[in-house]
């Protein structure tokens, strides 16, 4: 069974940043992507970015240029790089790791932004 924990979230001012982490309990090489996913409050899931084993990435039209998604292979870690947060940035963020039909996931980390 594979553990996805994320941390990094918190609280901050809009226009702040915040740093998201996501550690492995095995090698993110073993996956085929990485991912971010958010859920706003009272609004569905949806995917913030991802990147792939080879290295490329894909974000939401609405991240783009403020996110950036980032691997360290040795650490087994994936972190999500948020800048010029603003509040509909505001959700829980969840790590998933996916390879063919598999798919794990976090339990997830609140990130507030306050207006």
């Known amino acids: 069974q594979v553990q996805l924990v994320e941390s990094g979230g918190g609280l901050v ?3 702040g940043s915040l740093r998201l982490s996501c550690v492995a309990s095995r090698s993110i090489l073993s996956f085929t992507a990485m991912r971010w996913h958010r859920r706003p409050l009272g ?5 913030v970015a991802s990147v792939t084993i080879g290295g490329t990435t894909l974000y939401a039209d609405s991240v783009k240029g403020r996110f ?5 292979n040795a650490r087994n ?4 790089q ?3 947060l603003q509040p509909e940035d505001t959700g829980v963020y969840y790590c998933n ?9 976090g339990r997830g980390t609140q990130v507030t932004v306050s207006s």
């Open 77 to 80: 870690t994936v972190y999500l």
């Open 43 to 47: 609004k569905q899931r949806e995917l």
């Open 68 to 72: 950036t998604i980032s691997r360290d």
């Open 97 to 105: 790791a996916a390879v063919g039909q598999d798919n794990y996931w």
């Open 82 to 84: 948020m800048n010029s």
């Open 13 to 15: 001012q809009a226009g």
